[in-house]
């Protein structure tokens, strides 16, 4: 009985179709990676996630990538527990001071070919905490960045765009 | 709020340590520091200030301990001296090199050290994890905390009260509605206002929404973390159901910058009540046979129950709010206790349980998902009319403070306007700053391998607390 309730729960499917990459900034950024190394690592990349300081916001947006509704992982993109297994860094919050050094070491040990995916508006350049004397600021003063996605936080479906980008050429 | 010398100060700090009274909050300022206080006999909160022109005060941790934390924090922030101060070690100042710092020194045969983090496995927020274990078996959990230190309370200073309202609600994105709130009564404490009855109205209907996505979130996610991770993959359908619906009624998934000064940035769209019935309706089809399957599944109950045990007498003492003190016996809840609108005007239940372990925190969330379903049913169907923002005009000086209940504990807000109207000082204290240090002490004579479950059952905001 209870199986056949949580089973309902499933019906009609509820994930949803590919989103499009409208964002012109998105398609340009696909035109320009490195198609060698898109071919060496085919339709699948691994994500490490860094929180540098983020209100945990952006987490939860990325949190639900992998739920029913956008089943990250049908495109071969799928979360990992160390940067030693990460083809792409995704990196949220204004870098604090003390989170400066686990970025670098975290990014030291992810090996290339890598991206960095600077995600939410603190990422790519503080947002609300500018000028705080605790916070470094965007991403890219840190490590080099090859992807914004913008928002506060950024919306599963943006999200999506955006890592779809790094795997079309 | 009252001026308080220190004499008076300690004798606070005393009744504190005899159990008479509970530390609500302690924060500082240049030349002064100020103690929120619930009082046991007449609910409600207090806030002492005490001048301290050479930056010292009698500290209150020398005599209670829930209190060394926010004092560590109290001089790192503002170079305060807290005289008697037991553990002297910068908090969320990590200096120019974090990764040197003086963990407690263990001692003791076939010991061995595991350390995790600031980045950890998961997509969470970081933190380091200092265990120490004689084989599986947790001796001592040290925590160090500060690495999402953003300075907030130094960007509170000279902010206007719409820069202000956005940096309270990315204090802990997860209880952003709550701290909007809190932040917004708080001012509205400060100017002696109140936002419109139907701004109340829908502030209720947008802080119970938050509440039910975040307990459905780590019902979910507490379950995966004894790898029943079916049970991940419903909640966080019906998780996305209650953003969708968010992001439909209000505009935001996590419904950020809704709540205002002086009421609610928008108002709900003519379809918007008819969406939220449905809402309700799925979340109760769904979620009953989740339930059943919790409750029914030995291998899952066999991870947490018995497990992560917080003994109500530290509940106490630390004054723990949230799943973290009812699941061990502390009855309470600011939407009851303390009170404000619109619940004084709703009828609800608080759950409170006393086994303090795994499962007693994942069945107060279970039952206070339940209550907040048919919470969001009472305001709809009594909304009052009328407008939901009335205009501010700040002018100070003048103080003020506030509490809401977010999903995971009470935050309190405290607030002074300077004479231009802007943010003088601000001080956002979020639930967890009593909850971590008893998830250090939760954990002990537990096996490493449960430390995730025990972690999750908790959830406490790093953010939050790093400020």
Redesign the interface.
């Known amino acids: 009985m209870t199986l056949k309730t949580l089973l309902q729960g499933l019906r009609p499917p509820v994930t949803e179709p590919v989103p499009a990459l409208d964002d012109p900034e998105l398609a340009a950024l696909a035109a320009k990676l490195d198609r060698t190394a898109q071919r060496r690592l085919g339709r699948s990349l691994s994500i490490r996630e860094v929180d540098a300081g983020s209100c945990n916001g952006c987490e939860l947006e990325i949190h639900a990538l992998n739920n029913a509704f956008y089943d990250l992982e049908r495109f071969g993109l799928r979360f990992v527990a160390s940067p030693r297994h990460a083809d792409v860094l995704m990196v949220t919050g204004p870098v604090t001071k003390h989170m400066r050094q686990a970025l670098e070491r975290t990014w030291r040990a992810t090996p290339d070919p890598k991206w960095v995916v600077a995600v939410g508006d603190c990422a790519a350049g503080t947002g609300v905490f500018a000028g705080s004397p605790a916070c470094i600021g965007a991403v890219a003063e840190v490590v080099p960045v090859d992807l914004v996605i913008r928002g506060c936080p950024p919306t599963p479906t943006q999200l999506l765009q955006g890592l779809l980008a790094l795997l079309q050429s | 709020m009252s001026a308080v010398d220190t004499a008076q100060w300690q004798q606070m700090a005393q009744r504190m340590a005899s159990g008479d009274c509970t530390l609500f909050g302690l924060w500082g300022e240049p030349g002064r520091v100020h103690m929120a206080v619930l009082d046991h006999d007449a609910p409600a909160i207090a806030v002492h200030s005490l001048d301290c022109p050479d930056n010292s005060f009698p500290s209150v941790s020398a005599v209670h301990a829930p209190a060394i934390r926010l004092e560590r924090a109290m001089r790192d922030l503002f170079g305060l001296d807290p005289v008697g101060l037991p553990d002297t070690r910068p908090w969320l100042d990590?200096g120019p090199?974090?990764?040197a710092y003086p963990f407690l020194p263990v001692e003791g045969e076939s010991l061995h050290q595991i350390a995790v983090g600031?980045?950890h496995?998961?997509?969470?927020?970081?933190g380091h994890f200092r265990f120490t274990a004689d084989g599986e078996t947790v001796v001592r959990l040290e925590q160090r905390l500060?690495?999402?230190?953003?300075?907030?309370e130094?960007?509170m200073h000279g902010a206007t009260l719409d820069?202000a309202a956005?940096?309270a609600g990315?204090?802990?994105?997860?209880s952003?509605v709550a701290y909007a709130l809190a932040f917004a009564r708080a001012v509205e404490a400060a100017l002696g206002i109140e936002a419109p009855p139907r701004a109340a109205w829908l502030r209720g209907v947008m802080a119970e929404l938050e509440r039910i996505a975040n307990h459905l979130?780590d019902f979910g996610a507490i379950c995966n973390d004894a790898s029943f991770s079916?049970m991940l993959?419903?909640c966080?359908?019906l998780?996305?159901r209650v953003?969708r619906c968010a992001a439909a009624c209000f505009g935001h998934?996590?419904m950020?910058d809704r709540i205002v000064p002086g009421g609610v940035a928008v108002g709900l769209p003519a379809d918007g009540a008819a969406r939220i019935r449905s809402l309700i309706d799925e979340i109760r089809?769904?979620f009953t046979?989740?339930v059943?399957?919790y409750d029914?599944t030995a291998s899952l109950q066999d991870r947490t129950v018995g497990t992560g045990i917080l003994h109500p007498d530290l509940a106490r003492r630390f004054g723990a709010g949230g799943h973290v003190g009812r699941a061990s016996g502390r009855n309470f809840d600011a939407r009851r206790s303390i009170g404000y609108p619109p619940y004084d005007q709703l009828r609800f239940e608080v759950p409170v349980r006393e086994e303090g372990d795994v499962n007693a925190r994942v069945w107060i969330r279970i039952k206070e998902i339940e209550q907040s379903l048919a919470l969001i049913e009472q305001m709809l169907n009594r909304m009052p009319e009328g407008e939901v923002r009335i205009a501010i005009e700040p002018t100070g000086p003048c103080e003020g403070m506030a509490l809401a209940e977010a999903f995971r504990g009470d935050v309190l807000v405290w607030l002074r306007i300077d004479a231009a109207g802007r943010i003088d000082r601000c001080h956002l204290r979020d639930a967890s700053w009593f909850q971590w240090p008893l998830l250090e002490a939760a954990i002990e004579g537990n096996i490493v391998a449960d430390f995730p479950l025990c972690n999750k059952s908790f959830n406490c905001?790093?953010?939050g607390h790093d400020l």
């Open positions: 990590h090199n974090p990764t600031p980045v496995a998961g997509i969470i927020e970081p500060g690495y999402v230190h953003k300075g907030i130094h960007l820069q956005r940096l990315r204090t802990s994105g997860d952003t979130g079916i993959a419903h966080g359908i998780r996305e953003l998934r996590l950020m089809v769904r046979p989740l059943e399957l029914a905001s790093y953010s």
